[in-house]
C-alpha cells in the first residue's frame, strides 16, 4: 500500500492514511493512543521527556535509537518500530531492570522525567552491556532533570549493566526475529503520497524517486532529521506542505572511507558520522560529541545541516576548513563543488531547483594540524555562539605554507578568513606572527549582536581562538578538559 504509513507501535501494526505533513509522534502518542507516560516538556528536543526508542532494519540488522517524539514526525517512521515506555513491563507487570534501578537507587522525585532516562537508559541497556560512566552521562546527555542532581540515575544506570536476567524477560530481545520479519513486510514497494486537502506528505521509494519527487515539487521541505523543521512547526507553528521524507532512504546513509578521505551520504546521522570519523579525525569526533544530545545525534544528519545553511551550524566551518567537496543530485545528475561555495547568502545556497544534497567527502588532515571550537554559554547540548576551525601546514622551517580558517556566527553564512590566511601564510609559526595576524579577523568578519553574545564578544573570541591553536599546536595545555578525561 502506497497510500500509507506503517509502523509498529509497541506490539501493535499500525496504518495510517490521513496523517498530516507536520503531526508529530508526540502528540500521536499522547492525544490518540493515550500512552502518556511519554511526556511534552519543551517541545524542541532539548528536555528529553518526551524520548521513545525507533528501531528500523539496517543491513538486515534491527537497530533501536533514542529519539525526540516532540520533534520527529509520524511521517518518517513508515516501517519502523516505536517503543514507548509502557512496552518495558514484563508479563507478570513487573518492572524492567532499568525502571526498578531507578528505583533502588532513588532516582526520581517528580518522575516527570523519569519515563525519558528510562527509555535513553533502556537504549543504552540494549546498545552496551558494561557502559563506562563516560558512555553513561553522553547516553543522558539529552535528558533532564530539576530534581535529583543526576548522581542517582548515573548509578541506576552502573547498577542496571549487572541485571541482566534471560533476554526472554525482555520484550525486545524476545520478539526481535518477530518484529524484523513484521517490519520487512512492512517495506513500500513505491513511492508514499498521502494527501489531506492542502497538506501532501510524501515518502519516496529510492534516491531515484527522490530526484523525480523534487523535480515535480521544487519547493518542497525535505526532511531528514527534522532536529530543526520541527521546531518550525512547534515553536513557529508554521503550516509545511508538501514535506518529503527521506530518513529511510539507505542510499543517503552510506559511509566509504577511501586513503585520501571519507564520503559521508547526506542522510548520515551524527552519531553514525562520529562513528565512521572520530579516529581519522578526532577533532570532529570531540565537536560531534557536544551537538545536542545523544537524542538529537541520532535524528539530525551532516546532510541536513549543510542544507539548511544556517550561519550557526556546526558542521560547515570544520568541514570547510578541511577543503571539503559537495556532491548535488537531481534528474539532471551530479554536480560538485567546494563546500564553501555552496553558501551565498543568508538563507541562499547554490541549490537548483530539484536538487538536493547527496553526500559530501571529506579529506583527511594528512600531515597538517586540526583543530575546531565550540562556543556556547554551557558546554553540552546548547547552540553555537561562535564555531571556529583552523587547518595549518607548516614546512621543515616552521613557515605557514597554507592555512584554512572558517568560522561560523561571524557572518551570514559560514565563512573563510581569508584576510587573516594571508596574512599568516608565508610567515614563521611564532607568538608575533600570530599577534600580528589578529587585527586582520576585523577585515574578515563583522558580527552581529544577539542573545547568544554581543558582536564583540564574537570578534574577541575568533582572535582568541587563533592564539589558542597557535599555542595548542606548541604543546602549551591550551585545552581544559573535564577531570574525567585527565584523571
Not at 20 to 45: H, M, S, V, W
Not at 191 to 207: F, Q, Y
Not at 296 to 319: E, H, K
Request: net charge negative; charged share 25%.
Amino acid at each position: 500500500m502506497n497510500d500509507s504509513i506503517r509502523f509498529i507501535l509497541n506490539g501493535e501494526d499500525i496504518t495510517l492514511t490521513d496523517v498530516g505533513p507536520t503531526e508529530t509522534l508526540l502528540d500521536f502518542l499522547r492525544l490518540k493512543r493515550r500512552l502518556t507516560g511519554t511526556k511534552e516538556g519543551c517541545a524542541e528536543g532539548d528536555c528529553g521527556a518526551c524520548t521513545v526508542l525507533v528501531g528500523r532494519l539496517a543491513d538486515g540488522k534491527l537497530a533501536y535509537e533514542s529519539v525526540n517524539a516532540c520533534i520527529r514526525f509520524i511521517g518518517s517512521l513508515h516501517a519502523t518500530h516505536v517503543v514507548t515506555v509502557e512496552h518495558l513491563a514484563g508479563r507478570d507487570g513487573a518492572l524492567h531492570p532499568v525502571q526498578q534501578a531507578l528505583v533502588d537507587c532513588h532516582g526520581s522525585q517528580c518522575g516527570f522525567c523519569t519515563p525519558g532516562f528510562v527509555m535513553s537508559l533502556y537504549g543504552l541497556w540494549l546498545a552496551k552491556e558494561k557502559p563506562s560512566r563516560q558512555e553513561i552521562e553522553k547516553a543522558l546527555q539529552g535528558n533532564l532533570c530539576r530534581c535529583t542532581g543526576y548522581e542517582p540515575i548515573v548509578k541506576a544506570a552502573e547498577q542496571v549493566s549487572l541485571m541482566r536476567p534471560s533476554t526472554l524477560f525482555d520484550p525486545l530481545e524476545r520478539r526481535r526475529s518477530e518484529i524484523v520479519a513484521r517490519l520487512w513486510a512492512m517495506q513500500a514497494s513505491g513511492t508514499i503520497r498521502i494527501t489531506n486537502g492542502e497538506d501532501r506528505l510524501i515518502v519516496p521509494a529510492s534516491v531515484q524517486a527522490l530526484a523525480e519527487v523534487l523535480s515535480q515539487e521544487p519547493d518542497a521541505i525535505i526532511v531528514a532529521g527534522a532536529t530543526d523543521v520541527g521546531l518550525w512547526v512547534t515553536k513557529q507553528m508554521r503550516r509545511l506542505s508538501p514535506v518529503v521524507f527521506i530518513s529511510h532512504l539507505s542510499e543517503l546513509q552510506s559511509v566509504t572511507e577511501g586513503e585520501d578521505g571519507v564520503t559521508i551520504g547526506a542522510g548520515v546521522s551524527y552519531t553514525k558520522a562520529f562513528e565512521a570519523i572520530s579516529t581519522k579525525i578526532p577533532a570532529i569526533g570531540r565537536l560531534i560529541d557536544r551537538i545536542g544530545g545523544e537524542q538529537v545525534r541520532n535524528m539530525g544528519t551532516i546532510g541536513g545541516n549543510i542544507a539548511n545553511g544556517s550561519p550557526i551550524g556546526d558542521s560547515p566551518p570544520p568541514l570547510i576548513a578541511l577543503g571539503a567537496t559537495l556532491t548535488l543530485r537531481s534528474l539532471e545528475g551530479q554536480r560538485r563543488m567546494p563546500l564553501e561555495d555552496f553558501f551565498i547568502a543568508y538563507g541562499k545556497q547554490d541549490r537548483k531547483p530539484g536538487e538536493f544534497v547527496e553526500s559530501v567527502f571529506v579529506p583527511y588532515p594528512a600531515d597538517s594540524r586540526f583543530a575546531a571550537y565550540k562556543i556556547t554559554k554551557r558546554r553540552d547540548e546548547d547552540i553555537t555562539a561562535v564555531l571556529g576551525a583552523f587547518l595549518l601546514t607548516l614546512d621543515e622551517s616552521e613557515i605557514v605554507t597554507d592555512i584554512r580558517i572558517a568560522f561560523g556566527g561571524m557572518a551570514a553564512t559560514p565563512k573563510r578568513a581569508r584576510t587573516v590566511e594571508a596574512e599568516l601564510i608565508g610567515k614563521p609559526w611564532t607568538e608575533s606572527t600570530i599577534e600580528a595576524a589578529r587585527p586582520a579577523f576585523d577585515a574578515d568578519y563583522q558580527p552581529l549582536t544577539d542573545w547568544r553574545a554581543t558582536a564583540e564578544y564574537r570578534q574577541l573570541t575568533a582572535k582568541n581562538l587563533l592564539t589558542r591553536f597557535y599555542l595548542e599546536t606548541v604543546g602549551a595545555p591550551a585545552e581544559l578538559k573535564r577531570f574525567e578525561e585527565v584523571a
